[in-house]
């Protein structure tokens, strides 16, 4: 494993009790069916697909979508996320399996799974190639990729985009009493200081999912769709409050048929 890649899964280890709570918080809401019939709408809801979740986390996805009747495999490479996604299986009494493993090399033969998925993880590759092309191979003809994530990165792309990120911390912290880090008092500096150490980010100003799509028409995928925000379902006030400038956006894609 290169250097930037160690340093990348210590960010999200660092990160994970977070994670973990929040996680925690959504599995006990609207969100997990809302997930599910999100999923369901775009691969179908017939029990048994194999799916592979890339960058699984404290496994919210492995978890949802093993209840849902997929056979779940979830991937991750961070030791504090593989830790919770273990432990957060076991409390949920799912059949899933966890491995420790890079998102950038899922170490699978070709065409293993109908659904590859991934949720808040590909602003953080460090080889969007890569990793893109290692999901595709390991789709099966005729599989589905579903991405998705927002433009977290943008925060630190411009003196403006911080300033929006900013306003509306602060809001969200008058407003609610806590942002979704836990900090109950609005701090700029240490805000600032947070987003300057997600500087493995890469994609500086790129516009995402316009960006992506291109990529993954490259990259030889069918059929890609996209909607720049799902959020209407899926958030809370305080969500679309404190990340409305960068709602969640969904990206689908498809391997073409075998022959095809």
Same mark, same amino acid.
């Given at each position: 494993?290169?250097?930037?890649?160690?340093?990348?899964?210590?960010?999200?280890?660092?990160?994970?009790?977070?994670?973990?709570?929040?996680?925690?918080?959504?599995?006990? @809401?609207?969100? +997990?069916?809302?997930?599910?019939?999100?999923?369901?709408?775009?691969?179908?809801?017939?029990?048994?697909?194999?799916? &592979?979740?890339?960058?699984?986390?404290?496994?919210?996805?492995?978890?949802?979508?093993?209840?849902?009747?997929?056979?779940?495999?979830?991937?991750?490479?961070?030791?504090? +996320?593989?830790?919770?996604?273990?432990?957060?299986?076991?409390?949920?009494?799912?059949? =899933?399996?966890?491995?420790?493993?890079?998102?950038?090399?899922?170490? !699978?033969?070709?065409?293993?799974?109908?659904?590859?998925?991934?949720?808040?993880?590909?602003?953080?590759?460090?080889?969007?190639?890569?990793?893109?092309?290692?999901?595709?191979?390991?789709?099966?003809?005729?599989?589905?990729?579903?991405?998705?994530?927002?433009?977290?990165?943008?925060?630190?792309?411009?003196?403006?985009? !911080?300033?929006?990120? +900013?306003?509306?911390?602060?809001?969200?912290?008058?407003?609610?009493? @806590?942002?979704?880090?836990?900090?109950?008092?609005?701090?700029?500096?240490?805000?600032?200081? =947070?987003?300057?150490?997600?500087?493995?980010?890469?994609?500086?100003?790129?516009?995402?999912?316009?960006?992506?799509?291109? &990529? &993954?028409?490259?990259?030889?995928?069918?059929?890609?769709?996209?909607?720049?925000?799902?959020?209407?379902?899926?958030?809370?006030?305080?969500?679309?409050?404190?990340?409305?400038?960068?709602?969640?956006? +969904?990206?689908?894609?498809?391997?073409?048929?075998?022959? =095809?």
């Amino acid at each position: 494993m290169n250097e930037e890649q160690q340093k990348i899964n210590a960010h999200w280890t660092k990160g994970s009790e977070n994670y973990d709570r929040i996680i925690h918080d959504e599995l006990k @809401s609207f969100r +997990m069916e809302g997930w599910q019939r999100l999923i369901a709408e775009q691969v179908g809801s017939r029990p048994g697909l194999d799916v &592979l979740d890339c960058g699984c986390g404290p496994a919210f996805f492995t978890i949802i979508l093993s209840k849902a009747g997929y056979r779940v495999t979830g991937i991750d490479a961070a030791e504090g +996320m593989l830790e919770k996604a273990r432990k957060n299986t076991a409390e949920y009494g799912v059949d =899933a399996q966890i491995l420790e493993m890079d998102c950038h090399e899922p170490a !699978f033969p070709d065409d293993s799974f109908d659904l590859v998925v991934s949720r808040n993880v590909t602003h953080a590759l460090r080889d969007h190639v890569r990793a893109y092309s290692e999901w595709l191979r390991v789709l099966r003809p005729g599989g589905t990729l579903l991405i998705f994530d927002a433009n977290w990165h943008l925060a630190m792309s411009s003196e403006a985009w !911080f300033r929006e990120s +900013m306003e509306r911390e602060k809001k969200c912290i008058e407003l609610y009493g @806590s942002d979704f880090s836990g900090n109950t008092t609005f701090d700029e500096e240490r805000s600032r200081r =947070a987003y300057e150490s997600e500087r493995h980010h890469r994609l500086g100003d790129l516009r995402r999912p316009d960006w992506d799509c291109g &990529l &993954l028409t490259a990259l030889g995928y069918r059929d890609i769709t996209y909607d720049r925000d799902i959020t209407g379902p899926l958030w809370d006030d305080k969500e679309k409050l404190i990340y409305g400038h960068t709602p969640m956006f +969904m990206i689908r894609a498809r391997k073409g048929e075998a022959g =095809a």
